[in-house]
């Protein structure tokens, strides 16, 4: 593995606030403070053993305020970006024999304010954008018209993802909330069913003992408004088996200092955290899975907390580092740390995931190349074909201590696991307290990098981790 921060001006040495892989070419797109789109073309730096670079491709110039998200189309014909002032746009790709050029498609319009995430449907025909004006929205992409609008947030709506089987949309706000949606269609006159979500669960506060008192007390799963980032990207993987979520903020005990955290939502229950990856001294922002799955190496099996027949790979972004897991292995396989004098705001990685590059608010990027099969062997994942429901066991993550969750009594509704953990490294809340509300309801408001070496099995709750000052 070989990687660093590239040198160039990417954008005229304004932040660099987002960035994608196209998913069929491989070109990579950023976008800032400079208005602009960029594309450039991946050099890799296997032969010469040196850091992969980049070649300018060209510009996507259209916006007026400053670019805070881009994201290309799971086909790759259309790319989608948000930018200050609720700008949306949508791109087409028009190729030609001897170049490819984008041409707006579509412009979006009825944010208010700054449009800080977007996502995807898994067959392009819908695209969701969240807001610095609350909401979430769902749009048609062939009408180019709003589709639903999801306004439950009271604060910020600073991360939306949508969940590859297309039963569930997830939003983050600064309000402290993660919210669940379930599409429950619509029949139309025609019989057409109609996309519609609807609010299922909002996660917020988790219940502690209070020393050996019968009390208990709550405390916030997440950081409030004064996380120092505008972004809190959270990512489903790409079987819809997990979703991942930054911005955590738990307490191990009432009395204790809060610790960031990444938190791990199972398919079989999104109503609380199945697991709490440990955190570091800065907060997380956010977190993406490779898009490709590889097989399972085996020696590790043991240790791990996923039950799954392949290994999946994901990177967590704080605000200075970035750590990348397996679910093989319950530490990370590798951390980079001290890469760029400012925030990080995004990360993606390649279609083949051979490259993971993030962007930072210090105008750079940085690129880390792997070498072939050093991640693992790939495999093909079949997403659609067998739906992970919650009655399923295949796709299931192994509970380290038990749950209850509290939900409103229409759907009230105990549920423990009976195995249980003395020795983990994942820490885990011991209850958590989720609502479900209509929608109409409101609530108040040193460039290094490591690679871990793993020994024996960790006999002990350990803190979290934290890589550098």
Avoid at 75 to 102: F, M, V
Avoid at 132 to 153: A, F, R, T
Avoid at 344 to 373: M, R
Wanted: glycine share 6%.
């Amino acid at each position: 593995m070989k990687g660093g921060t590239i040198q160039i001006s990417w954008h005229d040495g304004k932040p660099v606030l987002t960035l994608d892989f196209h998913p069929t070419s491989g070109l990579l797109a950023t976008a800032g403070a400079d208005y602009d789109i960029k594309l450039w073309l991946i050099n890799s730096g296997q032969a010469e053993k040196k850091i992969p670079s980049v070649s300018y491709q060209s510009s996507l110039t259209y916006h007026g305020c400053a670019v805070n998200t881009i994201r290309f189309s799971r086909s790759g014909e259309l790319l989608a970006s948000g930018a200050d002032g609720g700008e949306l746009i949508i791109w087409k790709l028009h190729p030609s024999e001897t170049n490819q050029s984008w041409k707006v498609y579509k412009s979006l319009s009825f944010h208010r304010k700054d449009v800080l995430d977007l996502q995807w449907s898994p067959d392009d025909a819908y695209l969701i954008s969240g807001s610095v004006d609350n909401s979430c929205i769902i749009w048609d992409v062939n009408k180019g018209s709003v589709h639903q609008i999801l306004d439950s947030h009271c604060h910020y709506v600073q991360g939306v993802a949508w969940d590859p089987l297309a039963k569930y949309v997830a939003s983050l706000s600064s309000d402290r909330t993660c919210r669940i949606y379930v599409n429950k269609p619509q029949t139309k006159s025609k019989g057409v069913e109609k996309l519609n979500y609807v609010c299922q669960h909002v996660i917020t506060k988790a219940d502690q003992q209070r020393g050996d008192e019968t009390k208990t007390i709550k405390t916030h799963l997440f950081h409030d408004e004064t996380l120092p980032s505008f972004f809190r990207r959270l990512s489903w993987s790409p079987d819809g088996s997990f979703l991942l979520v930054p911005a955590g903020s738990f307490k191990v005990s009432p009395t204790s200092e809060a610790v960031n955290a990444t938190y791990v939502f199972s398919r079989k229950d999104l109503s609380r955290p199945a697991l709490q990856l440990p955190g570091a001294n800065k907060p997380v922002v956010v977190v993406r899975f490779s898009p490709v799955a590889f097989k399972l190496r085996g020696s590790n099996s043991e240790e791990g907390f996923f039950k799954l027949p392949y290994r999946l790979v994901f990177a967590i972004a704080t605000l200075n580092s970035v750590y990348i897991y397996d679910t093989e292995c319950v530490t990370p396989i590798a951390v980079l740390a001290g890469l760029h004098y400012a925030a990080i705001t995004d990360i993606t990685w390649s279609p083949n995931a051979s490259h993971l590059a993030l962007s930072s608010q210090d105008g750079y990027c940085t690129l880390v190349e792997f070498e072939d099969n050093e991640i693992g062997e790939p495999i093909p994942i079949s997403v659609g074909k067998k739906p992970v429901d919650s009655e399923e066991k295949q796709h299931d993550l192994e509970k380290t201590n038990e749950l209850t969750t509290e939900t409103k009594p229409a759907e009230s509704s105990i549920l423990t696991e009976s195995e249980h953990y003395e020795e983990n490294i994942m820490q885990k809340p011991d209850k958590v307290m989720t609502e479900t509300k209509k929608e109409e309801e409101k609530e108040p408001l040193q460039s290094k990098v490591n690679t871990p070496v793993l020994n024996k099995p960790a006999r002990k709750r350990i803190t979290p981790m934290a890589v550098d000052p």
